[in-house]
């Protein structure tokens, strides 16, 4: 089983909210309320991976076959 899938989620979420915030809440007049916006939807992802990273790489999880 793959034991880097919460870090490839959590890599692929902070890039897809870098690219969001460069190329379109920059752009905008209203910065602060789209940057909220953003962050309320990609963070929680972000830090989800990563506990699911760390959970998974100690073993963590029921039914491990290791």
């Known amino acids: 089983m793959n ?3 919460g870090l ?10 870098i690219l969001i915030n460069v190329l379109l809440v920059f752009r ?3 910065k602060l309320d789209t ?8 963070v929680p992802g972000i ?3 990563l506990i699911f990273y760390r959970m998974d790489k ?3 999880w ?5």
């Open 3 to 5: 034991k880097n899938l």
């Open 8 to 17: 490839q989620c959590s890599i692929f979420a902070t890039a897809f909210y």
């Open 28 to 30: 905008l007049p209203e």
């Open 35 to 42: 940057f909220l916006i953003f962050s309320w939807v990609t």
């Open 47 to 49: 830090i989800g991976g």
């Open 58 to 60: 100690n073993g963590l």
């Open 62 to 66: 029921r039914g491990n076959d290791e």
